[in-house]
Each structure stands twice: as structure tokens, then as C-alpha cells.
């Protein structure tokens, strides 16, 4: 019977000690949930620098211009559509990131102040069913390139090879193990990849500008569309940079809860839009010049690398891109899916067994090497997904900063009958605008799944659907709460707890006895 003790549900419990600011028996909350009291808020203003660096620095950047010079973009108006979106989305990780620079709490509870107690868990599921779905992808095009010319022993219908199949294995089991350090310690992986792979992008931008001269690789120098087509072309190459990061930009809270002061997570400003359009145009201009020198569009730097006959140099480029999507899917996906669903069952996940989850489901459960195979309907659904991201994002940063002016009460975010229940745990303003903001974008999405199904002119409507649901979403949530103030829920000054920087002494204390004891 001790054997099978395992599968009692009671034997995967978290340890009552976990949780210290709602009580060892709480529901609602355990370590990792509750507020990040001061010894550990560790992340410092070149921690912040050196995340950005990292997450810049991966495939979906190095690639993201190709869409942009297809729908006739020259590489300089793609450049400026990178930088304004990022500049945009910049502003937001700001925004909501010093919400949980302030608070030290993560994006599932803070979600709960707007969206109400049970509302938010939408939102956060969705949070976790992208990360999850993303994990996988992400993983498979890491290693992808690698199977181009190595026989197939599985059966066709398989859609992964011997070598392929092991390769994804290979590179499963080196993420795994990061996957289990602290968010607080993760923080050295991505230093050191903002140092490895900048190094090796730079080396490869100066091995194309040699064999090919910016004058001659970077051509045209000006649109092949014009007047309205080209207006609209712009705008879906500003929400194309937009949708890269739009996930974090809704719970950007998950990392800025460490950091040392609300002060240091400002460098996003500047960093942010350097970092991207700095990344893209190296991918711009390798690729440019790889079209000169092999004949061919090669915007997957994988796959340029596959051609170069000097091992070494190929070894050390595929380690740097290697290095530069576990860094991504680490900090993108698994951390954020980690965070998520500890919030949904804080009794038996905590972040580290979240992303294991993630992991498993993620890495292998879901098949990704199916999904890109035989659904590509599903992927362009998961990619149009972003037409609540926007929403989100808008909904919390509008709520904190606007309709609350940032007073807040941390212990209630803990309390589904506390000051955020508002009407049976929903927001009605909150689901209202997801409502209004969403919804005209949805024929879109649906064309963007189906281009047989036609849609008229709403199809451009799914072009702009960030910049469309983020600010449509920001005016309605806004206007909701001016003429129907939710007065239950506000506070004349923020209310910290035990976890606030008045308390931080006591915090203290209470863990240093309980170590001693």
C-alpha cells in the first residue's frame, strides 16, 4: 500500500510552510505566489539589459523582416515599423511590468484586480495554453535544419525522422534542467546568452558584409507598393512586431516581481526597441547577402549555416542559435506557463513543477512535429490568438494606472471574497471590453484560419488586431469604470501586508525563524 502511496492526491501536496502571507493552510497561494519578499528581489538594471539582449537575440527575430519585404517593404521601412513596434510595446512592458515591480506579485494575481477573482483565471489559461503549444514549436524549429539530409528510419507517416527525432530529444534534455532553477537564478542563463549570441551574430554580419557590400546586398532601397496598399502593408508589418512579444507585455509581472526597485525594469524603454531592431536588421542584411552568394532566399539562419563548409564556424553559429531559442523558451514559455498554473493550483504546483508540466505536455504530449505537419489551420488559429493579447494587456495597465491610480490592496488579490470578487468573481467591465474589443476582430481571424471562408474588408481589420484591440480596449475599459466605478474595490492608499516595504523587517524575521526553527 506504501508503494502506491503516490497516487493519493494528498502525497503531492506542497509543504503547508510554503505559503507565509496568507497561512500555512491557504488555498489560494503558496511560496511562489505569494508577494517576493526582499531577500528575494535580485534582478538588477543589467539583469533587465541582459534578459532583453537574450530574448532579442533568437530565430523569430532574425526572420521576423521576411514577412515584412514580401508584402513589398524595402528593408528601411521594415526597420521602422520594428522600431515603432517595439518602442509600443516597450511602453507597455513598462507599464504593467512596474505593477509587479511595485507589488512583488506575479501576473496571475495581479489579473485578479481587473478582471475579477474567477474572470482572470480566463486569462491566465490562455497564458498557459499558448506557452505550452509554443514550448513545443519552438523546440522543433531549434533543430529542424539538422534532419534536411539524414535518411528516414521511422515511418513516413511519422512526420519527424530518426535524426530529427533525436536531435529534439537531445535538445529536450538540455533545457530540462534549467527549467528547474529558481526565476531568480535563471537570470545568469541569460546573461550568459546575451554575451555568447551577440558575439556570434556579429561575427556572421561581418562574414556577409565581406563577401557581399551593403550596397550592393540591401536592395531596393524603396517600397514596391504604394498610396493605400502600402499604408496598409506598413501597418500589418507594425503588428506583426507588435504580436513577437505581445504575450510578455501581459505578464511581464512574472519577471519584474524580482526586481530590486520599480526603477530598475525601466531600461526596458531603450533597450527593448535597440535590442529588436538591432536583431533584425543583421537578419536583414545576412540574408540579403546569402541571396547574392548561394542564389536563394535563406531566412532561416539554420539552414545558411547548413551550407558553410568550415565546421567550426558552423558548429559555433549553430551553438549561439541553439543557445538563443532555449534562452526564449525558457523566459517565454515555460517560466510564464510555471507561474500560471501554480496560480491555479497552488496546493499541489509550484513554478518549478509547473514547468516540468510544460515540459512533458509541451515537449512531447502535444506532438509538435504533428502539428506542423498536418495542422496549419491550428497554427494560424494559435498565432491569431493575439487578438486578446492586446485586451489583456490593455485592460490591467488601464485599471492599475487610470481607474485605481495605483492604489491597490495585495492581501485581497488572495481572498476570492475579498474586495476583487465584484459579481460572482467577474468584472462585468472587464469581460464586457474583451467583448467589444475582440470581437470585430474575429472575421479576420477566421479568413486568417480559412482564407476560402471571404470576409470582405474585415480581413484588414485582423492586420492592425494588437494596435486595434489594445487601444479599442483601453478607451472602453476606461469608459466603463468613469461611468460605472467599481467603488467597492478602490482604496485610498495601496495595501501591502506583511510583504509591503513597511513590513519588509517583519517578512524578514518571520523567515529567518522559521530557517532557525
Not at 97 to 102: E, H, L, N, S, V
Not at 335 to 342: E, H, L, Q, R, V
Request: contains cysteine; proline residues 5%.
Amino acid at each position: 500500500m506504501r508503494s502506491a502511496g503516490w497516487l493519493n492526491p494528498h502525497s503531492w501536496s506542497l509543504s503547508p510552510e510554503e505559503s507565509d502571507f496568507e497561512g500555512p493552510k491557504s488555498r489560494w497561494s503558496n511560496k511562489d505566489m505569494d508577494p517576493v519578499p526582499p531577500s528575494g528581489r535580485t534582478w538588477t538594471t543589467w539583469n533587465y539589459v541582459a534578459y532583453w539582449i537574450s530574448d532579442g537575440a533568437n530565430v523569430s527575430v532574425w526572420q521576423m523582416a521576411s514577412s515584412m519585404l514580401a508584402v513589398g517593404l524595402s528593408w528601411r521601412e521594415a526597420l521602422a515599423a520594428i522600431a515603432v513596434g517595439h518602442i509600443i510595446i516597450a511602453s507597455v512592458m513598462v507599464l504593467n511590468g512596474t505593477i509587479g515591480a511595485r507589488l512583488h506579485v506575479a501576473f496571475p494575481v495581479i489579473a485578479r484586480i481587473s478582471f475579477g477573482f474567477w474572470l482572470s483565471y480566463f486569462a491566465v489559461v490562455s497564458r498557459i495554453v499558448l506557452a505550452m503549444f509554443w514550448f513545443g514549436i519552438l523546440m522543433l524549429k531549434a533543430i529542424w535544419p539538422s534532419i534536411a539530409r539524414v535518411p528516414n528510419r521511422l515511418p513516413e507517416g511519422s512526420n519527424i525522422t530518426t535524426v530529427g527525432m533525436m536531435c529534439y530529444f537531445l535538445y529536450w534534455l538540455i533545457q530540462f534542467p534549467l527549467m528547474l532553477v529558481s526565476p531568480q537564478r535563471i537570470r545568469h542563463l541569460f546573461t550568459a546568452k546575451s554575451i555568447i549570441v551577440p558575439i556570434a551574430w556579429l561575427a556572421i554580419l561581418i562574414w556577409s558584409l565581406v563577401r557581399v557590400p551593403t550596397s550592393v546586398s540591401l536592395e531596393p532601397q524603396h517600397a514596391r507598393v504604394k498610396g493605400e496598399e502600402f499604408s496598409w502593408a506598413w501597418l500589418s508589418a507594425l503588428n506583426s512586431a507588435l504580436g513577437l512579444y505581445a504575450t510578455l507585455s501581459v505578464n511581464i509581472a512574472d519577471f519584474t516581481r524580482y526586481a530590486k526597485n520599480e526603477r530598475v525594469q525601466y531600461v526596458q524603454l531603450a533597450i527593448i526597441p535597440t535590442v529588436f531592431t538591432l536583431s533584425s536588421f543583421i537578419g536583414i542584411a545576412v540574408t540579403s547577402a546569402a541571396a547574392t552568394i548561394y542564389n536563394e532566399i535563406l531566412w532561416d539562419p539554420l539552414t545558411l549555416i547548413d551550407k558553410w563548409d568550415n565546421r567550426a564556424a558552423a558548429f559555433f553559429a549553430s551553438f549561439s542559435f541553439l543557445l538563443a531559442t532555449l534562452g526564449t523558451n525558457i523566459s517565454g514559455n515555460s517560466i510564464s506557463a510555471g507561474n500560471d498554473m501554480t496560480s491555479l493550483f497552488p496546493r499541489y504546483i509550484n513554478i518549478r513543477r509547473g514547468q516540468a508540466i510544460c515540459a512533458f505536455v509541451g515537449g512531447w504530449a502535444l506532438c509538435p512535429w504533428e502539428i506542423l505537419a498536418s495542422a496549419p489551420r491550428f497554427l494560424s488559429f494559435m498565432s491569431g490568438y493575439t487578438v486578446f493579447l492586446g485586451p489583456f494587456a490593455a485592460i490591467i495597465a488601464v485599471d492599475y494606472w487610470l481607474v485605481r491610480g495605483c492604489k491597490v490592496d495585495v492581501p485581497a488579490m488572495y481572498d476570492p471574497k475579498g474586495r476583487y470578487q465584484y459579481w460572482n468573481g467577474v468584472n462585468w467591465r472587464a469581460l464586457a471590453t474583451l467583448v467589444i474589443s475582440v470581437t470585430p476582430d474575429l472575421p479576420g481571424l477566421i479568413h486568417n484560419i480559412n482564407p476560402n471562408i471571404f470576409v470582405g474588408n474585415a480581413s484588414f481589420m485582423f492586420n492592425v488586431s494588437w494596435l486595434f484591440g489594445f487601444f479599442v480596449a483601453g478607451g472602453v475599459y476606461w469608459s466603463l469604470s468613469r461611468i460605472f466605478p467599481p467603488i467597492e474595490t478602490f482604496v485610498d492608499e495601496t495595501i501591502h501586508g506583511d510583504e509591503g516595504d513597511e513590513g519588509d523587517a517583519v517578512i524578514e524575521q518571520r523567515l529567518s525563524e522559521k530557517r532557525s526553527g
